[in-house]
């Protein structure tokens, strides 16, 4: 039975209505390990980027424990780190530490108040500029994750995806960031050898048809069913060819 590892973001546990435990048969992940006739092991958090799928995998015990039963494993990071970000991440991460908490609450609602605003400000004067993490930095953990990946376990076959996008109110539905975030990976995932799964193109068709969770970020889903079927399809494929190359 094939045994999977995705190191991935919100869109890999998050629904039409809410966030829903890992085992939801309906998510993604689940969906690709049941095309596969298998099972998956499934690490990820709100908002993770490359740096945070590199913080899990040299900083969970829990995924070391599932390393060597791997058959492969697939890097869904990406999608976040292209998004706007009118802060700089230690100041928009570190307001949940601020306190009292009525002054918590007042200085990140004004901040979710302004963040459309200011995404659209970014887009027209620096072209979407910052994102949460730079396209450099987001191949620069990916390329560790691979590297570490395959230093336990040589010849893993090992998935990467093309950043998702969204229509967000809460971005301003603005993703200025994506297309420079998507062509780093690009250009690392060729010269690394690792195939890509395009969300983009699998996800505009059910984000404009409204296949979404209200805050225009998450998937529907029948948005979750066709990410989880070319993920599973595509991680296929590369077991099929690391056992012809054997």
Known sequence: MTRLLVLADSLAFHGPGRP?????PRLWPNVAAATLGGSVELFAGFGWTARDAWWALTG???????LP???AAVL????????????PTYLRVGMRYLRPD?????????YLAAQPALARAMAAVTGGRPTVLPPRQTVRYLE???????????GLPIIGVLPSTHRSAGYG??????????????????????PLVDL?????????????NPDGMHWGWAAHETVGRAVGHAVGRALASAVAGS
Request: with cysteine; hydrophobic share 40%.
């Open 60 to 66: 969970d015990p829990r995924l070391w424990a599932v």
């Open 102 to 110: 009525p002054l918590r609450r007042r200085v990140r609602g004004s």
């Open 20 to 24: 829903e435990p890992a085992d939801d």
């Open 173 to 194: 539905y603005v993703h200025s960031g994506r297309p420079r975030t998507a062509a780093a990976v690009s250009s690392w995932a060729a010269a690394a050898g690792v």
């Open 200 to 212: 983009l193109e699998l996800v505009t068709p059910h984000l404009r048809a409204g296949d979404t």
């Open 76 to 87: 869904a990071v990406g999608s976040m780190d292209s998004l706007p970000s009118p802060l």
């Open 69 to 71: 039963t791997l058959d």
């Open 144 to 154: 560790r994750c691979h590297a570490a990946l395959r230093f336990v376990r040589p």
